[in-house]
């Protein structure tokens, strides 16, 4: 065993892990972070998907060692100050960019990541950009309007306002 430290959403922690310890593991069993998913073990879905050190990372890729020293952002990161929901977070919930809401920690934090390299991507970006995010229940299409919404361009809010 070793001590690993790290900045998680703002706050230094530490904490005991064997050599084998997966980040999301440490996320999730060491710090009770529990909206950080484990999906398939296999980095395909991306419901595991945190920020480290401001990029996106598949936490079940990861060794916890790998992040000492490092900034991680969960998904329970990304809400405001006030504990509200945050800019990207509110999309989805307005535009129903969720149903079971399994994969909604990582697609957030891939939007996220998405929209700090490109603040206003088209639709085929969105898309692309999400490949490596799983979802078995949306078809998507309300995923990639909360990711236009969040960004200030999502037509059919602009038609209603």
């Not at 990304?78 to 969720?98: E, S």
Request: net charge negative; charged share 15%; with cysteine.
């Amino acid at each position: 065993m070793t001590t690993v430290k790290m900045t998680v959403n703002g706050t230094a922690v530490s904490g005991p892990v064997e050599g084998r310890t997966l980040l999301v593991e440490f996320l999730r069993e060491g710090l009770g972070l529990t909206g950080t998913h484990v999906g398939c073990d296999t980095s395909q879905c991306g419901a595991c998907l945190v920020h480290v050190d401001g990029k996106p990372v598949k936490s079940c890729t990861m060794l916890a060692q790998e992040a000492a020293g490092a900034t991680v952002t969960t998904i329970e990161g990304m809400a405001n100050p006030d504990g509200t929901l945050g800019r990207v977070q509110q999309a989805f919930q307005d535009l129903h960019g969720l149903q079971c809401g399994f994969c909604t920690p990582g697609m957030v934090m891939s939007a996220a990541a998405l929209l700090a390299e490109n603040p206003k991507p088209d639709e085929h970006q969105i898309r692309e950009y999400l490949e490596g995010n799983l979802c078995r229940c949306t078809g998507y299409q309300n995923i990639v309007r909360a990711v236009l919404a969040a960004s200030g361009q999502d037509p059919v809010l602009a038609a209603a306002q």
